[in-house]
């Protein structure tokens, strides 16, 4: 009886030790507030603590890769980064710049390797093409009709295609308006500027001088891209039909090519240009007195020369006949687009929203510390601007230009370098406009057959 009340105090002790361990263990174990992963491989959020109060959430990371432009530029949208991230929507962006020249490296590695930025600046022209490869999301479901709907028309066929948006724009730029010197303009009697291709060569002449030229044309090479909007404005259309399988090279063309031929002809444009299209060095400088260029041009004279800031003025590029009504240019510049394979559309398109397409002041500011140097794509932006530019004497000029502007067109370079050499042909005697139509209809249908360009326009 000793042996058995002796077996079951000892076995009594076991179990006690036993259960005091396994409480010991069960307060040891630390509380978490981590995520887990659910049986779906899903990450869940740590449920509210037991006092109630809801467990604040890490907001979801929006990755936006940005080109480097100019410093002002870099700086506003890096502090608009910082205003988004401040305001608690949710998402938090985290914004890397890139320079021009290593962009497209950079960007087709991190497509290639599905590592490619949430949402990301892209230039028109390459909107219909990443757009038919499948490496950008139509934004219909993601951002609000309104949006939208306040887009300038021509701005809305920029961004769209078979009935879709793939892109938000950030802005637009002209790629063609006249500057010209007011105090020359004044010292030579001219009191209005030129709106016909006759009064621009008259008042070049005025102003032609020992030491400037009355007028700067782009350069040969830049004929090619810049005079898209002139080929528009003097022919009703572009160098090859809606369908790309015939040119469309016809008086409208020959007129054009003379009229640049006139310009050398009456010795009012240097024989070699001074400086690039896209450069108003020459302007600036003093070496001309009117000068066609794309709007971006205002920003450098503000900048580089700050002398001639009271005495130039913007017009629209004169035309054949004088109508001002009709396109004028085309539009270049910068759209907003959101990667195909994001994870994070929504929170992509809520940053886009913010930036771009809700509060007016915002989407103003940057036009305004642009010097009104771009145009705004949204009609709203573009009404408060106009409302508010102050002293400002180009911000209509440009924002006009912009409404009435193209896209750029979106075949083969093949097709407008040609029409750069029918007018450099014609422009230095070579052979007459023609000839040089002649010539250039012959080329371009070559490079129709050669490239199999019948029937495959994206926008048809």
């Known amino acids: 009886m000793k042996l058995k009340r002796m077996v079951a105090l000892i076995l009594t002790g076991i179990m006690l030790v036993m259960t005091l361990t396994a409480c010991s263990s069960e307060k040891k174990e630390p509380a978490t507030t981590d995520r ?6 899903e990450v869940t959020e740590p449920a509210a603590d037991t006092e109630g109060d809801t467990a604040s959430e890490a907001p979801v990371k929006v990755v936006v890769w940005n080109q480097i432009f100019e410093d002002w530029n870099q700086e506003f949208f890096t502090q608009k980064a910082e205003e988004y991230n401040a305001l608690g929507r949710g998402y938090e962006v985290e914004q890397t710049f890139i320079a021009g020249d ?4 950079r960007m087709a590695g991190a497509q290639a390797s599905g590592s490619a930025p949430d949402t990301y600046v892209l230039s028109y022209n390459g909107l219909v093409s990443a757009a038919r490869d499948g ?21 809305k066929e920029m961004v769209s295609l ?8 950030q802005l637009v730029e002209p790629s063609t308006v006249l500057y010209y010197r007011t105090d020359l303009f004044e010292a030579a009697g ?20 020992n ?15 810049c005079t898209w909007g002139l080929q528009v404005a003097t022919s009703g259309h572009l160098a090859i039909n809606d369908n790309w399988d015939a040119p469309t090279i016809d008086q409208g063309y020959i007129d054009l090519a003379n009229f640049y031929k006139r310009c050398y002809d009456e010795g009012v444009v240097p024989e070699v240009a001074l400086s690039p299209y896209a450069n108003m ?8 007195a009117m000068k066609f260029c794309g709007s971006w041009g205002i920003a450098q004279i503000i900048n580089e020369y700050p002398e001639l800031a009271d005495k130039f003025a913007v017009v629209a590029p004169p035309t054949k006949d004088g109508n001002q009504d009709t396109t004028l240019a085309t539009n270049g510049g910068w759209t907003y687009v959101i990667d195909a394979k994001s994870k994070v559309a929504e929170g992509a398109a809520d940053y886009i929203s913010w930036l771009l397409a809700e509060d007016v002041k915002t989407s103003a500011e940057f036009f305004e510390l642009a010097k009104y140097a771009k145009a705004a794509p949204r009609k709203s932006v573009s009404e408060y601007l106009n409302a508010n530019a102050g002293e400002s004497k180009w911000a209509e000029v440009v924002s006009y230009v912009s409404s009435h502007a193209i896209a750029e067109p979106i075949y083969p370079w093949d097709i407008s370098s040609s029409i750069a050499l029918m007018i450099e042909n014609t422009s230095l005697g070579m052979m007459s406009a023609e000839d040089a139509a002649a010539q250039t209809t012959t ?7 050669n490239q199999q360009l019948a029937g495959k326009n994206p926008r048809q």
């Not at 490496?135 to 949006?147: G, Y």
């Not at 080329?443 to 057959?449: A, G, R, S």
């Open 443 to 449: 080329t371009i249908q070559d490079v129709i057959n």
């Open 36 to 41: 887990t992963t659910d049986t779906n491989n």
């Open 190 to 209: 001219i009191t209005e500027a030129p709106k016909t291709w006759d009064q621009l060569i008259e008042d070049a002449k005025k102003l032609t001088t």
């Open 135 to 155: 490496l950008i999301m139509p934004l219909n479901d993601l951002l609000p009709a309104e949006a939208f709907d306040d887009l300038h028309d021509n701005v």
């Open 281 to 288: 060095k020459d302007f600036g400088e003093g070496s001309v």
């Open 211 to 225: 030491d400037v030229f009355g007028l700067s044309v782009p350069d040969f090479p830049s004929m090619g891209w």
């Open 102 to 105: 290593a962009w497209t490296e």
């Open 162 to 169: 078979d009935g879709k948006y793939y892109a938000y724009p």
